[in-house]
């Protein structure tokens, strides 16, 4: 099965900034892709989608905050958060939207504190 490998969490403050990374193993091009998080005793939830086409969907929660975007040539997504909350915090992951990948990867903490 395809490997996805998250990168780019990190400790930040509130109104930071950090940019993460999704690297699959595999061709992603034919894939609407998408970005989840989960926080401490919650479920994990999408927070933002990209189809194959580029277009792009988020959760009212990081709307205007966060973009989504693609690279299909290096099968890398990334999630840009800006003005970032105490709220983000989370261990994000990335996999298709619907999920399809039943491993999941490793994920990458993100926290954000003063």
């Known amino acids: 099965q395809v490997q996805l490998v998250e990168s780019g969490g990190g400790l930040v403050q509130p109104g930071g900034s950090l940019r993460l990374s999704c690297v699959a193993s595999?061709?992603?091009?034919?894939?609407?892709m998408g970005w989840y998080r989960q926080a401490p005793g919650k479920q994990r939830e999408s927070v933002a989608v990209?189809?194959?086409?580029?277009?792009?969907g988020y959760a009212d929660s990081v709307k205007g905050r966060f973009t989504i975007s693609r690279d299909n040539a290096k099968n890398t997504m990334y999630l840009q958060m800006n003005s970032l909350k105490p709220e983000d915090t989370a261990v994000y992951y990335c996999?298709?939207?619907?999920?399809?990948?039943?491993?999941w990867g490793q994920g990458t903490q993100v926290t954000v504190s003063s």
């Open positions: 996999n298709t939207d619907p999920v399809t990948v039943i491993t």
């Open positions: 595999g061709s992603i091009s034919r894939y609407r």
């Open positions: 990209i189809t194959s086409g580029g277009n792009t």
